[in-house]
């Protein structure tokens, strides 16, 4: 089985910094799209960055020129540097990948155990 293997995360105060990481447990055939989401209580979980296996990003307005999404391709890692942070920037963080198991099954989309970010004073 896949699993997605998150670390850090914490506690920030406004204007600093957070670095999130996020590993593939295992071989696998393929990873596609990785990225991060975030949630916070009583919203639906929302997209904050991906990356595609080109190197290709995609941000959500409210972080751009604030958080860098970035992969190591062949460790089939990716992290989210997180700078400028702000008090609404506080949720769950989870990190995603579409991994392709092995060359015979579909894609299929995978997720972390999520990380809490809290930003304040």
């Known amino acids: 089985q896949v699993q997605l293997a998150e670390s850090g995360g914490g506690l920030a105060r406004p204007g600093g910094s957070l670095r999130l990481s996020c590993a593939v447990s295992r071989a696998v055939f393929m990873v596609n799209d990785m990225g991060w989401y975030r949630q916070t209580p009583g919203k639906q979980r929302e997209l904050v960055a991906t990356?595609?296996?080109?190197?290709?990003?995609n941000y959500a307005d409210s972080v751009k020129g604030r958080f860098t999404v970035s992969r190591d391709g062949a460790r089939n890692t990716v992290s989210l540097q997180m700078d400028s942070l702000q008090p609404e920037d506080t949720a769950v963080y989870y990190c995603y990948a579409n991994v392709k198991y092995t060359p015979y099954v579909g894609r299929r989309d995978y997720w972390g155990q999520g990380t809490q970010v809290t930003v304040s004073a």
């Open positions: 990356i595609s296996r080109s190197a290709s990003t």
